[in-house]
């Protein structure tokens, strides 16, 4: 079973990947800010094959989630995290590869063909 | 070290007077204080490099001060002047007689000085008038550089806007984008599923929902521009208060359900106004988005009354709050309470919120602890008739 954890803070974006990624057979799993990300990860049994990641929300934005990650929960970080930005090239936080980096207004084939290189 | 790093004031701008030779110096002080010029006298280059670290009006230079090495030092420094400034230069010649003289003292500065020679001997005139030419000259790039550092500034702050717009005009292009071409995918597939009565009506709402909102952030964006231009109008006419607020939390009511918020709206004496209504509409909805996505999903609290005949909204949330170091630079335009990223929005809808009443002749302030929520306070003169 293949599941995957979407972390951002619009919900019709949310929603509109949820049912995009079940559609694909995946087993979604939501969160609104990374602190909720963090919190759902601590609770599933199985962990997600990939992590589609926001960069721009309330709590804890994506740069931060990226830094628990690293921080206190190595053990995740080979999950791939794909991360959705409507930021320009040169906003980037510092140290995240662009292979990693999906530009809103997300492409669907861009976005399955990126799953599928890291899966 | 550049020339002039500190902002100035006009009191700043003296003559400096660099004349070795005793009496020069204090003659020329004493000429340009009767005709009301402030200058100070500089005993040496050495002195002269560390004034020069400070606004200054210009420099009046005996040019039997002038060493090799003090030259090179003082080319130097001009050299390193940033773009706006131009220090002038008198310099006061020993031999005015002895044109080849002149001319090499001037080549000796080269290219790097604002230079006027002043052949000795001088009237008392000619001197004052040169020193207020070089002052009135020196005015003028000091307001210059103010008007530089000004439209830096706003520069700056229009491109953190762009950057912060950008990324909110793509949040809904995103969700529309998405959504079609899901729905693409599907029917490439020819799984037609996905196209019910119910899943096409649901499509349909979604999309006019994104549009309303990409419609209303370019709206904010006018606004904006038209408040800054002086040009954002209103077109009063007779409004019940109570009524526009109720009917605004009606259109709420599907978010507030939506993430389970609480709100209550005490409703209390009829209220009439003559005010825009669209306008206020405006203001009221902006209070409420505001109590939501600051709320921590608590309880949001509205009740309008009579105080003093003004009519008096209270939108209160139980939020994470405002500091008060914050609290009216959220009123102002771009800002938000948190900073950077972490919450979504323009910015905007504070400050054109308070535009909009101050147009009415109303009052739009805040109460707030870090931490414990804000009440943000909305007064409006009541019709008189």
């Known amino acids: ?119 | 070290m550049t020339v002039e790093s500190q902002s100035s004031q006009n009191s700043d701008l003296n003559a400096l007077i660099l004349a070795p030779s005793g009496q020069d110096g204090k003659l020329a002080f004493v000429v340009l204080d009767n005709s009301g010029i402030k200058s100070e006298i500089i005993p040496s280059f050495e002195t002269l490099f560390e004034r020069m670290n400070r606004p200054c009006g210009c420099l009046l230079l005996a040019e039997e001060a002038i060493t090799e090495q003090a030259l090179k030092l003082l080319t130097l420094r001009l050299s390193e002047q940033e773009t706006w400034s131009d220090l002038p230069i008198i310099l006061l010649s020993s031999d005015g007689k002895n044109f080849e003289h002149s001319r090499r003292l001037i080549e000796l500065f080269g290219n790097t000085a604002n230079i006027t020679l002043l052949e000795r001997p001088f009237s008392v005139i000619t001197l004052v008038s040169t020193v207020k030419v070089a002052l009135r000259a020196r005015q003028k790039q000091f307001q210059v550089r103010e008007l530089l550092q000004t439209m830096k500034r706003t520069l700056s702050i229009r491109d953190e806007f762009l950057s912060i717009a950008s990324h909110e005009l793509k949040t809904p292009i995103t969700t529309i984008k998405l959504q079609t071409q899901m729905k693409n995918r599907f029917i490439k597939k020819g799984d037609f599923s996905v196209f019910t009565p119910g899943k096409v009506s649901e499509f349909i709402e979604l999309i006019d929902k994104q549009s309303t909102r990409l419609s209303r952030l370019v709206d904010d964006m006018l606004d904006v521009t038209k408040i800054e231009n002086g040009k954002l109008t209103i077109r009063p006419d007779f409004c019940d208060f109570g009524m526009l607020v109720a009917q605004v939390i009606e259109a709420f009511q599907a978010e507030f359900e939506s993430k389970k918020i609480q709100c209550d709206y005490e409703q209390g004496e009829k209220l009439i106004g003559f005010w825009d209504k669209y306008r206020i509409e405006q203001v009221v909805v902006n209070l409420i988005t505001n109590a939501i996505k600051y709320g921590n999903g608590k309880p949001v609290l509205l009740r309008s009354f009579n105080q003093n005949e003004k009519a008096v909204l209270i939108v209160k949330d139980h939020g994470i709050g405002v500091s008060a170091k914050d609290k009216e630079r959220i009123f102002q335009r771009f800002e938000r309470a948190v900073s950077g990223g972490n919450i979504s929005g323009l910015g905007l809808g504070l400050f054109i919120s308070r535009q909009i009443v101050e147009m009415h002749g109303g009052i739009l302030k805040m109460e707030s602890e870090l931490g414990h929520g804000s009440t943000f306070i909305l007064e409006l003169p009541l019709s008189k008739e």
């Open chain 1, 1 to 119: 079973m293949k599941s995957a954890l979407v972390i951002e803070d619009d919900f019709d974006i949310r929603m509109t990947l949820k049912e995009l990624l079940e559609s694909e057979g995946f087993v979604v799993h939501l969160a609104e800010n990374g602190q909720e990300g963090l919190t759902c990860l601590a609770k599933l049994n199985e962990m997600p094959k990939i992590i589609l990641l926001d960069l721009y929300m309330p709590v804890m934005d994506g740069a931060a989630f990226l830094k628990e990650i690293k921080s206190q929960f190595p053990i995740l970080s080979g999950i791939p995290i794909l991360i959705m930005t409507a930021a320009a090239v040169g906003e980037y936080p510092a140290g995240i590869s662009p292979e990693y980096i999906l530009k809103k207004p997300l492409e669907i084939d861009e976005l399955f063909s990126k799953i599928e290189q890291f899966l």
